[in-house]
């Protein structure tokens, strides 16, 4: 795992950034417990949360497109 340091003029927040496999395997064990439940993601979905995990994304737009896939379904 690297960790890096993101400043800001107000503060200093510390980042974990994940390989590529801990992000595969957190999302394959967050599919397992959904589908214990009867859930399932969508291919959609999935790349949502990968690009989420990924940083390729703010929480604040990751959170804006979920809302609009789930006023789709």
């Known amino acids: 795992m690297n960790i890096s340091i993101v ?3 107000k503060r ?3 980042v974990k950034r994940y390989t590529q496999e801990k992000r595969k395997r ?3 064990n967050a599919k397992a417990s959904l589908a ?3 859930m ?3 291919t959609q979905e999935e790349q949502l949360v990968e690009q989420r995990a990924a940083g390729e994304m703010s ?3 990751f ?3 979920a809302i ?3 006023k789709n379904v």
């Open 7 to 9: 400043s800001s003029k």
């Open 12 to 14: 200093v927040l510390l």
């Open 26 to 28: 957190a999302l394959l």
């Open 36 to 38: 214990i439940e009867g």
């Open 40 to 42: 399932y993601l969508t």
């Open 59 to 61: 929480n604040a737009e």
């Open 63 to 65: 959170l804006a497109k």
């Open 68 to 70: 609009e896939i789930a």
